[in-house]
T-cell receptor, first 119, second 114 residues
Framework: AQTVTQSQPEMSVQEAETVTLSCTYD???????LFWYKQPPSRQMILVIRQEAYKQQNATENRFSVNFQKAAKSFSLKISDSQLGDTAMYFC????????????????FGAGTQVVVTP | EAQVTQNPRYLITVTGKKLTVTCSQN?????MSWYRQDPGLGLRQIYYSMNVEVTDKGDVPEGYKVSRKEKRNFPLILESPSPNQTSLYFC?????????????FGPGTRLTVT
């Protein structure tokens, strides 16, 4: 079974600064997806960024970028130029690629990292 | 507007009283799934459905039932709720039945069982 570990329960960052969230995962699969989801106080789950394991290039979405290290099974999220609206819980998640025997389309989530952006 | 809706958004109930949380999507998605969110545990999958009349267990199915009679609806049924089912529940759907890597989440249902 896959496990996803987020070792930072909470992080604080000032507006306009940069913060990096760590995520490690354990899997024997070669093909998979990795995700970062944002959950603001509204509790809505919002996809921030997705990375396909077969792609070597790190994904970026505006101020959000990842550092994907497949051999190390590491998938960190960098938030640049932090804004007050970035205050949220951030979840790292893993999904196997395609049809598997134990589940199909299951997102395996980490415990989350609470990010607080201060003025 | 394309969306996943859940009802109710908040529910307080008593142990043993059967309840249903509805989930509906208007995007003609094949894949639908239920998760529960608990502090320190992230989200865990309860059940999923690859298409109409095709459902299977996730990681924490005990105490829950689902059905998929129509493509758009995927209700979660708690036949005899217990306090350990107090949680935040999310429904999700995906257009990609073969590999549902793009999942859209509903707004969540906060359930309290006393």
């Amino acid at each position: 079974a896959q496990t996803v570990t987020q070792s930072q329960p909470e992080m604080s960052v000032q507006e306009a600064e940069t913060v990096t969230l760590s995520c490690t995962y354990d899997t024997s699969e070669n093909n998979y997806y990795l995700f970062w989801y944002k959950q603001p106080p509204s509790r809505q789950m919002i996809l921030v960024i997705r990375q396909e394991a077969y792609k070597q290039q790190n994904a970026t979405e505006n101020r959000f970028s990842v550092n994907f290290q497949k051999a190390a099974k590491s998938f960190s999220l960098k938030i640049s130029d932090s804004q007050l609206g970035d205050t949220a819980m951030y979840f790292c998640a893993f999904m196997k690629f395609g049809v598997t025997t134990d589940s199909w389309g299951k997102l395996q989530f980490g415990a989350g990292t609470q990010v607080v952006v201060t003025p | 507007e394309a969306q996943v809706t859940q009802n109710p958004r908040y529910l307080i109930t008593v142990t043993g009283k059967k309840l249903t949380v509805t989930c509906s999507q208007n995007m003609n998605h094949e894949y639908m799934s239920w998760y529960r969110q608990d502090p320190g545990l992230g989200l865990r999958q309860i059940y999923y459905s690859m298409n109409v009349e095709v459902t299977d267990k996730g990681d924490v199915p005990e105490g829950y039932k689902v059905s998929r009679k129509e493509k758009r609806n995927f209700p979660l049924i708690l036949e005899s709720p217990s306090p350990n089912q107090t949680s935040l529940y999310f429904c999700a759907s995906s257009p990609h039945g073969g590999s549902p890597y793009e999942q859209y989440f509903g707004p969540g249902t906060r359930l309290t069982v006393t």
